[in-house]
């Protein structure tokens, strides 16, 4: 009997869960951009476990290639987001979202 035997959907939802609820309170209470950028990816996986979970649960695979699509994108947003966020610190030396008023006509 291995150690992971007992390991239901349950276990993945709540997993799931306490890291999308993790993501989201990075993105409410913090401003720096970078751990934003972070919290964001951090959101994206709690979903694709998610995902993955009731597709073994259900034995499609259809939500596994949805997933990895998701990962694609994912990376996409994360290579726009740091050039941004590097032609922010660029001109304004640091990476506090708070600065962006700055940016407004």
Known sequence: MTLFHNITINHYLILGSVLFAMGA???LFRRNAIIMLMCIELMLNAVNITLVAFSKMWNQTDAQ????F???VAAAEVA????ILMMLYRNHHTTDTTVLNKLKF
């Open 25 to 27: 309170f990075g993105i």
């Open 65 to 68: 290639v949805f997933v990895f």
């Open 70 to 72: 998701i990962m694609v």
């Open 80 to 83: 726009v987001g740091l050039a």
